[in-house]
Structures are given as structure tokens and as C-alpha cells.
């Protein structure tokens, strides 16, 4: 599977952003998925997982609350949907792909499939 992530930018703090993860060359029904971010200089970091279904999600503490992850299988489309944004949500943002586990995971080795990353700046 293919993952093309998209909708990041450049956005004041308090602002919003919907990021959209496409997939292509397999349904997107049959992976677990999440939404990482790698923050300059840092190490990449766990935001939101969903499963197969959608009908389980999890967030990093840090976004609970602000940040909404969802799918459409029908479209084979991940969304992050990010609101009340703070300056340190800036970062480059991946979506992944787990085939094995029903649930997702927050370990990015859990993850077989990696998009291309998009940028989010949230300036102060």
C-alpha cells in the first residue's frame, strides 16, 4: 500500500488543520492506522491510533482532546483532524500503516507502511 499524507501548513496558534492520509494499491480496511510526528531535532512521536473498524482510537496525552483521528474506508482516507493548536504541535507529521494488529499500536516498529510526512507549523 501506497500512503500519500497531505494538509499541513503554516497556522497560528489556536488555529486548525484536517491532515488526510490516501491510500492506494490496497483497501485501507484491511490496516490498523496512526499518525506520527517527528518535531525538529526530536525523535518521531506517537499522536493517534485507530483501528481496522474505527471503532477504537488512542491519543498521545498531549493531544487528547484537541486532536480527532478518523477513516473512511469507503474514500481509503485516514484523517487527523487538529484544533486549539500550540506552538509545540509543530512538526512534520507521517501516517502508517499496520498490517497485523486489529487495534494499532503507539510503537512506530509496529508500523509497516510509512507516508511521505507533511509539514504542520504553528506559529505563537
Known amino acids: 500500500v501506497q500512503l500519500q499524507a497531505s494538509g499541513g501548513g503554516l497556522v497560528q496558534a489556536g488555529g486548525s488543520l484536517r491532515l488526510s492520509c490516501a491510500a492506494s494499491?490496497?483497501?485501507?480496511?484491511?490496516?490498523?492506522m496512526g499518525w506520527f510526528r517527528q518535531p525538529p531535532g526530536e525523535e518521531r512521536e506517537f499522536v493517534a491510533a485507530?483501528?481496522?473498524?474505527?471503532?477504537?482510537?488512542v491519543y498521545e496525552d498531549s493531544v487528547k482532546g484537541r486532536f480527532t483521528i478518523s477513516r473512511d474506508n469507503a474514500k481509503n482516507t485516514v484523517y487527523l483532524e487538529m484544533n486549539s493548536l500550540k506552538p509545540e504541535d509543530t512538526a512534520v507529521y507521517y501516517c502508517?500503516?499496520?498490517?497485523?494488529?486489529?487495534?494499532?499500536?503507539?510503537?512506530?516498529?509496529?508500523?509497516?507502511?510509512w507516508g511521505q510526512g507533511t509539514q504542520v507549523t504553528v506559529s505563537s
Open positions: 485507530i483501528s481496522r473498524s474505527g471503532g477504537w482510537t
Open positions: 502508517a500503516a499496520d498490517t497485523y494488529r486489529f487495534y494499532g499500536s503507539s510503537n512506530p516498529s509496529g508500523y509497516d507502511y
Open positions: 494499491g490496497r483497501a485501507i480496511s484491511t490496516y490498523a
